[in-house]
């Protein structure tokens, strides 16, 4: 059987390290933000200014990190699996159509930022949450049943 | 599609984990495989069947529904 293109294991740690890297990184803009406007002298219009860098640097981050802990191998990676993986991932892209839909549909001046963070967070995510549920449910028979 | 692992398991006494080791697959499979949950691919039945000693047909079983 074809095995499907995936990380190794260990890269799942990884993408939770740069999730994590991410978060405090986000706070601390976030918190700086209050005291000042735009770390970006308000004439500096080039392309990679201090806030696109900023905004590049942590994007890839996240999308890096979601990515790796999506895609990554199971310990046993075999064909149930897989095919969870595929249901989680049909289950993802409807939902990210559904709320962009949504959001089309109910406002009427959309920001592309908000695309942006809608098309790049939600389908990862809520792939990762349903897989990793799907998986912790299939195994909870198992921490109950004793080994036959 | 029904199927009588857990009986040849029995008759053989192996444990899921066994069997999920020598065909390569994770015992949360071959638990889902036996509760009906999930149905294998042809080449996971087959070599279910060849751990067993058994044609494929005397493990798994078409239901009128399939």
Avoid at chain 2, 47 to 65: C, H, Q, S, T, Y
Wanted: glycine residues 2%.
């Amino acid at each position: 059987m074809r095995q499907p293109r995936l990380f190794p294991h260990w890269a799942r740690y990884l993408g939770y390290f740069c999730i994590l890297v991410h978060i405090p990184i986000m706070w601390l803009r976030h918190m700086d933000a209050f005291g000042h406007s735009s770390a970006t002298a308000p004439d500096d219009h080039s392309l990679f200014n201090r806030d696109h860098l900023f905004f590049i640097v942590t994007f890839l981050l996240m999308v890096v990190g979601l990515i790796l802990v999506a895609f990554s191998k199971e310990k046993i990676e075999d064909e149930q699996i897989s095919r969870l993986r595929l249901d989680s991932l049909q289950w993802a892209i409807y939902l990210n159509y559904l709320i962009l839909i949504i959001t089309l549909i109910a406002t009427d001046k959309v920001n592309n930022h908000f695309i942006l963070a809608i098309d790049t967070w939600i389908p990862l995510v809520f792939f990762i949450v349903r897989f990793r549920w799907v998986i912790f449910r299939l195994n909870q028979p198992l921490k109950t049943d004793n080994p036959s | 599609m029904k199927n009588t692992i857990r009986v040849q398991r029995a008759i053989k006494d192996i444990t899921q984990a066994d069997l999920a080791a020598q065909v390569n697959v994770s015992r949360q499979t071959i638990n889902t495989i036996e509760g009906n949950i999930y149905v294998p691919s042809t080449v996971l039945a087959l070599k279910i069947a060849r751990v067993f000693g058994l044609p494929v047909e005397e493990l798994f079983i078409l239901e009128e529904r399939d």
